[in-house]
């Protein structure tokens, strides 16, 4: 009893019953349904076949056979790729700008998280009026003479994905501009005064100062932005449901079809799982990275 | 030197204002469009302000769709939503943070794992879930599911930012009798405004965003949410400047509170990302 007691009072139990909550809602919601998917993803299952029938990897044989999983699984990767890169350009270019002594600094500040805050439905609608045909991005390309006559930007298969990415890029570049900006900040000034000092230029300030004072938290924020993009459904479903003729299909949205729309839940599991095993050797490589990261510093 | 500085500090001025102005551009003209009248929104040239300004389109989306009564419904659940997830990230990052459990840097890769999760693939087995909790088709059901988005990357932030507070205050504030409990309460969460503000913000947005969980999860016409509800509209009308209004009208108040809380991102994420 009396030990019961001590260890009811004793600080870890504390610690232990803080985290009870968010270690029930982690694995009830999150790790447990991961585990149920794969299991869901051996079975042929439906919205009108609840119960489901134990197929083996029947479905994942079907599956890998299929070319277009493996041209949405490029499509996404691709998308994602280069959305991550183009973000994590402008966004430390702004966050350079931004760490300069400037005037405004607050304002523009603001309006570079601003697209944060824009709903995807509202980004969607502001981008497709926009991209149309008749919309502004038509209007500047055919006055600066690149185009003869307006394009329908989101509706033709080789334009559509370029204009998908770009919307993204508007639309979550902020966060890394943002996490760029914290890491800036956490550099020591008197490192850029010493090194102006002994007379660095701009570019080996930038090499030997700002680049290893940014990488580690760089290096979280291109994670956290290549998982976040790779399972991005709500955008590009807003912006082209997939199309035109799949040329923007990636799989967060063959499996909503497949087992909301098509119903056969089974399959949609299993290009679930498929995608979790990308994602784990992402982060496979963020931790490879991360060690030779620690090690050289 | 001195003179590649007179001419280098306008060209950051000339860089960062159009950057600025092409960023905004969007939002500008999507307000700006929304008072255009039916002939003004198909011209060409695109008019970059309504040649005569009406309110037609504000008049036909909150009297004629149901616009108001999704925004409602998105505000109730992101509300829970965002308080669901903070209590999560609150609990779990400081746990994490101040006590030395077992386990603790499994649990800490646990929360890093679940991040990873796409959202789609909680749906099929979540589906189950919610039938089982009879939960399908409900509001709570629907702060359940999004919580799930927010609460990984919250329970990070709230540790990171845990840790960058001294312990000494937290000691300095049970030496003059507070619990544990009540330090925290009393000394830690004060100083985390910063902190929880991000979290909040983040948290808000993405629920107020949700499309994937309100388009499978409900079901009802009048419990839907703002993008479920829209997504019709988007798809079939193709009429701009009703849209563009009602987008106004979605934005403006997220903006309006993502503006006021702004400041406090910066800080926020140096805690708790820093750390990785």
């Known amino acids: ?297 | 030197m001195r003179l590649r500085y007179r001419v280098r500090k306008p060209l950051l001025y000339l860089c960062a204002f159009s950057a600025a102005a092409l960023n905004f551009f969007p939002v500008y003209y999507m307000f700006v469009s929304s008072f255009k009248s039916d002939m003004d929104i198909v011209s060409w040239p695109p008019s970059l302000l309504p040649l005569e300004a009406t309110l037609a389109n504000y008049k036909y989306v909150l009297t004629q769709t149901p616009l108001l009564l999704y925004m409602k419904n998105s505000l109730i659940v992101a509300l829970g939503t965002t308080s669901a997830t903070l209590c999560f990230a609150i609990l779990g990052g400081y746990s994490l943070a101040r006590f030395r459990l077992r386990g603790r840097e499994a649990i800490a890769n646990l929360v890093l794992f679940a991040y990873i999760v796409p959202p789609i693939m909680l749906t099929i087995p979540l589906w189950q879930v919610m039938v089982t909790l009879r939960l399908l088709d409900t509001h709570a059901g629907l702060v359940i599911l999004q919580s799930t988005y927010g609460v990984p990357f919250g329970i990070w932030l709230m540790r990171g930012f845990f840790e960058g507070i001294p312990f000494e205050i937290e000691e300095s504030a049970m030496v003059d009798g507070c619990s544990k409990l009540g330090a925290l309460w009393r000394v830690v969460l004060p100083l985390s405004v910063p902190g929880l503000a991000a979290v909040a913000i983040f948290v808000f947005i993405l629920s107020w965003s949700d499309l994937l969980f309100s388009l499978v999860f409900i079901n009802t016409a009048s419990l839907r949410t703002i993008q479920p509800g829209l997504l019709g509209y988007l798809t079939l009308s193709g009429d701009f400047a009703q849209l563009m209004a009602a987008s106004s009208l979605i934005l403006i108040p997220v903006a309006i509170m993502f503006m006021s809380v702004e400041r406090y991102l910066v800080s926020g994420l140096t805690a708790g990302a820093v750390k990785g």
Do not use: H
């Open chain 1, 1 to 297: 009893m009396k030990a019961l007691r001590r260890l009811v009072r004793s600080e870890s139990f504390l610690g232990f019953l803080l985290l009870l909550p968010p270690l029930i809602f982690l694995a009830v919601l999150i790790v447990g349904p991961f585990l149920t998917n794969a299991l869901l993803s051996l079975q042929r299952l439906s919205v009108t076949r609840p119960q489901g029938e134990f197929i083996g990897l029947q479905n994942y044989r079907s599956l890998f056979a299929d070319p277009g999983f493996w041209r949405f699984l490029w499509q996404g990767l691709v998308f994602t790729g280069s959305s991550t890169l183009i973000q994590v350009l402008l966004g430390t270019g702004l966050a350079l700008l931004l760490n300069q002594a400037l005037r405004c600094r607050g304002l523009l500040r603001a309006i570079f998280v601003l697209p944060w805050a824009v709903p995807n439905i509202v980004a969607a609608a502001t981008w497709k009026f926009l991209l149309w045909p008749d919309g502004v991005i038509s209007y500047v390309f055919v006055t600066l003479g690149l185009i003869d006559r307006p394009v329908a930007w989101l509706s033709m298969p080789a334009t559509a994905m370029p204009a998908v990415v770009l919307v993204s890029v508007w639309r979550f570049m902020p966060f890394l501009f943002l996490v760029v900006l914290a890491g800036l900040q956490q550099i020591p000034l008197e490192q850029y005064e010493s090194a102006s000092m002994d007379g660095a230029s701009f570019w080996q300030q930038f090499w030997f100062i700002t680049l290893p004072g940014i990488r580690t938290i760089l290096l979280v924020g291109i994670l956290l932005r290549f998982v976040w993009l790779f399972n991005n459904f709500d955008l590009i479903y807003l912006l082209t449901g997939g199309g035109p003729s799949n040329a923007t299909n990636i799989l967060p949205i063959e499996v909503y079809n497949i087992s909301f729309v098509g119903s056969s839940m089974g399959m949609g599991a299993a290009i679930t799982t498929v995608m979790i095993v990308v994602l784990l050797l992402t982060l496979v490589l963020y931790y490879r990275v991360r060690r030779r990261e620690l090690e050289l510093s």
